[in-house]
């Protein structure tokens, strides 16, 4: 079985992008082959700061690297390294309706906003198409919001085998209903484009002041509160603390009696030590660039490899050989 998933690197990973699809990437790389890479082509389609993008990259890869991604077992690189994957987005470009993508719920979410489309940002699903289905990928690890462009990938992938004879190994998202959409500091979807993240690493002190600007009703800390489970920090305890610690924390909250900063505190205190591991690790790296770098090149060597064969099979369906 091969697990493929990719992350943007334009800007600092949360709890959102770790929960949702970095662990339970780092744990299916026990269950499968894995490939996973940083999409820096896709962060072309909204970031234009070259020097930003860089940076962002090697962040992602040391954010990966220290949140449990094992080199050892798994094929990780930047999508750039292996270009054969804009040619492929081509030749799938040529069989994907206008309509398919004019669907895309984040297409039209862009389009809400008044976001002015540059043909990348259009195309952004085709070339997740080609990039899921030049590893012959048969499990895709992603949070909620990606479920579409999955689906949009196996639309393709199905025209393109009806077209020119079977081809195209037809992928699976895999999402887990715990964390498809973990919540940000005003309880919608925590994402960069909210501004609501609470990132994996960073400065302590900022940190702490985030979790505290999570955002409470007006109740006063006796009043019962019948709908702890649905309070912000209850949710993100549960994914930060022990589960006896969550659920604790949780009836405490229900019963009465648990202020919201003292409850916001704890939080706080988990989710710091929860990353403590990797922190020491990501320190370890940062010292050590040529290795990650290593990592990266060896990734690419490897993806290389099967993303030429799948592309020449491609060529030869169409007639392009
Ligand atoms: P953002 O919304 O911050 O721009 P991305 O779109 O770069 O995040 O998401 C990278 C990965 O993290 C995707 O697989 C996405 O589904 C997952 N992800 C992002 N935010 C969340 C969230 N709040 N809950 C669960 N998964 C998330
Ligand atoms: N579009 C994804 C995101 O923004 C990143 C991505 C690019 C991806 N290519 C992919 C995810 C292929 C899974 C598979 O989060």
Redesign the pocket.
Known sequence: MRI?????P?GTLHLGNYFG?MRPASELQEKGDAYY?I?NY?SMTSLYDPAERRRNTLDVALDFLACGLDPKRTVFFR?SDVPEVTELTWILGTVTPMGLLERCHSYKDKLAKGISFNFGLFA?PV??AA??LIYD?NV?P??Q??KQ??EVTRDIAIKFNEQYGETFVIPEPQIRAETAKVPGLDGEKMSKSYGNTIDIFGDEKALRKKVMGIKMDSRSPAEPKPDADQNIAIQILKLVAPPEAARDYEDRLRAGGLGYGDLKKALFEHYWNHFTAARTKRAELAANLDYVNQVLADGAAKGRVVAQKVLQRAKVASGLD
């Open positions: 493929l998933s990719g992350i943007q334009s699809m890479f999409a896709h999508q952004y070339l997740m990039d899921i990928s895709v992603v949070g919001d990606q462009h999955v």
